[in-house]
């Protein structure tokens, strides 16, 4: 960046994108006065954004600008954990980092150092794949990142293949909407206008959640589900909209395969014995399956807390088949709504450097992190050296103490780049100070609308804090890296972000984004945008297919999730078919009788804005557990009482909030606080290390836990 790219002195507004980890990728006004970014709020010509921004993002000039801010590099001074730092040049960090990396990977070899990153900005630029070229090139352990989403993907390409599905704006013209395990308010706030809008209009609003949230308040109605059950119901109401002839056939027989052998499939899942799985009574399945099919249009909404259990996979492979069953497709507003990210044409591989990973380069999951630190997952050589950015594990991975033991390692070498000391970077070596969202420059997509959105710097750097994009630039050239890849500037990252041809893109550069800030793709409007009205899937077959062809690969990982690895398949064949596959441990048995629960905090985005005060305020001071009034009973609870949350994992710290907005057997966590303010353990110190049935996804709410007094 320099110094013709920021307003010139005066008051002027840029406009930018929120860089949250969030389907509104919001577009943003901020008010600059004399250098100084003074107000930022929601662009109010944005027909998605709508002038509007949610509770995380309202405050961002005060996040901006918190005395909290780590603006320069530093070198721990004390002992792993205690925060202690001294300020440092950065030439004195990059020949540390440079030295220490070298060392480590001609002793041990290059495997034994571990990037860490997830979507702490969310940018092209800066955001997934930033650090992927540089790690590759070192031939570092290639991270797979499968935090969200993964199985979901996998399982939604099988099916339908990637395609951007419904126009988020068409929800307008819905007649029947279900939101499936999605918080909407919460976590997808302007979504919300248009589902509102539909219900004005007269269109019945279904929440299918074991949480009775804000959204499921504004519900027409709301259906009370067991954790980890949702794929049964899918699979009975295909029973039903089959085995009732409610199915528009011309549909099916023209734009989707394996009809009959889907038929033969469901036949063994009644609504009785859904019922049972469920907890959802047998009638009002079928009144859910009848009313659904005879809607038109129709559309499901799903949320990312779909996948996480042990059958999250074939959940979302059953609700992809079901509005192709009913023709729900055939019109706008009719279909499925995942991840409109499909629609953008992203050259992913220009981000990646696939082209410098070496054969046969090891793989580790980022959510065995814990495990490969401190031994617990046999690895030769050992993790020596580790870098973290856009990511903050020791809250957001599983098996939270064996995290913080691994990082606690004298000889595990770890650098973190942040904007603030997180609970990870108190265990770093070296801390490097990043710029946030209103200090650099990005290109957005988004995973919940069609609208691509330049953001542009509105203020200098502060202190010397530097983009993602410069840090690996600087990174790069203290280890002797000097393929071209390494110096492109942020300006030729943005030329190389898209496929600047694609018809989608149609007028649009990234003079014309300079200019507006953002534009909507080149598709049909809203009122006109009907992808599948006549099939035309992005799958083998060209149709929606029931009987899966993708299926023969085995269980596969999206490159894009694999820091760039294109060996992506692995495991045996998996069934074509959709089935169920229940949690794996069933509730009210054994000496952890409840599930638990771990969703998004209303006020923080993951661990992001869990250290500011106003968001603080707004979710509340202290770590709380949801409980049901007979099970807070039945183990002499009472509401406001300090509790723990334990199983064989580990325990937190609660106070206890009895409820009948959780069901009996369910106790709810929001994650996303941090380990010091809680004083101790976080929800994620209970969560499992295992994976789903598809894409290697995590299982957050497969999880099972028992409530005591403290």
């Known amino acids: 960046m320099t110094l013709t790219d920021l307003p010139m002195p005066g008051t002027a507004t840029v406009r930018g994108a929120c860089p949250c980890d969030c389907p509104d990728t919001c577009a943003l006004e901020v008010t ?177 959640d074991p949480v009775r949230h804000r959204t499921a308040r504004h519900a027409d109605w709301y259906i009370p589900i067991r954790p980890g059950t949702d794929g049964a119901l899918a699979l009975a109401m295909m029973h039903v909209i089959i085995g009732e002839g409610l199915t528009d056939e011309d549909y099916v027989a023209r734009y989707t395969v394996g009809a009959a052998e889907l038929a033969e499939r469901v036949r063994q899942y009644t609504p009785e014995w859904a019922s049972g799985e469920t907890g959802i009574p047998a009638d009002d399945i079928r009144t859910l399956a009848r009313e659904y099919a005879a809607a038109s249009p129709s559309v499901i909404r799903i949320g990312v807390a779909i996948e996480r259990h042990a059958g999250g996979g ?122 946030t969202q209103l200090e650099q420059r990005d290109l957005m997509f988004s995973w919940g609308h069609f609208y691509v959105t330049m953001n542009t710097p509105a203020i200098a750097p502060l202190g010397e804090a530097v983009p993602n994009t410069e840090l690996f630039r600087r990174l790069a050239a203290r280890m002797g890296f000097t393929e071209p890849v390494f110096t492109r500037t942020d300006e030729e990252m943005i030329e190389a972000a898209f496929d600047w041809s694609s018809p989608v893109l149609e007028g649009i550069t990234p003079e014309t984004l300079e200019r507006d800030g953002w534009a909507r793709l080149r598709l049909p409007g809203p009122d006109e945008y009907a992808p599948h009205a006549e099939g035309g ?77 106003g968001q603080q305020r707004v979710q509340g001071d202290d770590t709380v557990v949801h409980m049901h009034p007979v099970d807070a009973a039945a183990r002499g609870l009472v509401d406001g009482a300090p509790v723990c949350v334990v199983n064989d994992r580990g325990r937190f710290a609660a106070r206890l909030q009895v409820t009948d907005d959780v069901a009996p057997g369910v106790v709810v966590s929001p994650m996303g606080g941090w380990r010091k303010h809680a004083g101790g353990a976080t929800v994620n110190t209970l969560s499992p290390s295992v994976f789903a049935d598809l894409g290697r996804a995590p299982t957050f709410s497969d999880n099972l836990v028992e409530v005591r007094p403290a």
């Open 537 to 613: 899937f992005p799958t083998p077959s060209g149709k929606v297919e029931f009987l899966s062809s993708a299926a023969a690969g085995g269980n596969f990982v999206l490159p894009l999730f694999r820091q760039g690895s294109t060996e992506h398949q692995s495991g045996e064949p998996v069934d074509p078919l959709p089935h169920y596959v229940p949690p794996r441990e069933a509730p009210g048995t054994g000496p952890f009788p409840l599930t638990l629960l771990s969703p998004k905090s209303h006020a923080y985005l993951n661990s992001s804005f869990a250290d500011r005060p």
């Open 32 to 208: 600059v006065e004399d250098g100084v970014a003074t107000r930022v709020r929601g662009d109010r010509s944005h027909p998605f954004t709508r002038g509007g921004l949610c509770v995380k993002m309202n405050d961002y000039e005060r996040t901006v600008y918190s005395p909290d801010r780590v603006l320069y590099p530093m070198r721990r001074t004390g002992p792993k954990g205690s925060g202690q730092f001294e300020r440092i040049s950065w030439d004195a960090a990059l020949d540390e980092i440079a030295a220490r990396f070298t060392e480590i990977a001609e002793t041990f070899g290059p495997e034994a150092i571990m990037p860490v990153s997830y979507l702490g900005t969310q940018g092209i630029l800066n955001g997934l794949n930033v650090g992927d070229p540089f790690f590759n090139r070192l031939g570092a352990t290639i991270s797979e990142r499968t935090y969200c989403d993964s199985g979901s993907c996998t399982a939604y390409a099988m099916t339908v293949g990637p395609t951007a599905g419904v126009d988020p704006e068409s929800f307008v013209h819905a007649r029947y909407i279900v939101i499936w395990a999605n918080n909407m308010l919460s976590t997808n706030l302007h979504l919300w206008p248009f589902v509102a809008e539909a219900q004005r209009r007269g269109a019945k609003v279904v929440v299918i």
């Open 314 to 435: 074939q959940t979302v492979r059953a609700i992809s088949c079901l509005p192709a069953l009913t023709g729900a497709w055939r019109r706008p507003g009719g279909g499925l709504l995942q991840l409109p990210l499909w629609a953008f044409p992203v050259d992913f591989p220009a981000f990646l450097g696939a082209e410098f990973i070496r054969p046969g380069t090891r793989v580790v999951n980022q959510w065995l992190l814990g495990r490969a630190l401190t031994g617990r997952l046999e690895l030769d050589p050992p993790i020596r050296g580790l870098m973290v950015y856009n990511s903050n594990p020791v809250v957001v991975c599983p098996e939270q103490e064996e995290m913080v033991a691994g990082l606690s390692r004298e000889d595990l070498f770890t650098v973190v780049s942040e904007h603030f000391m997180t609970d990870t970077a108190d265990y770093a070596d070296i801390v490097l100070p990043a710029t």
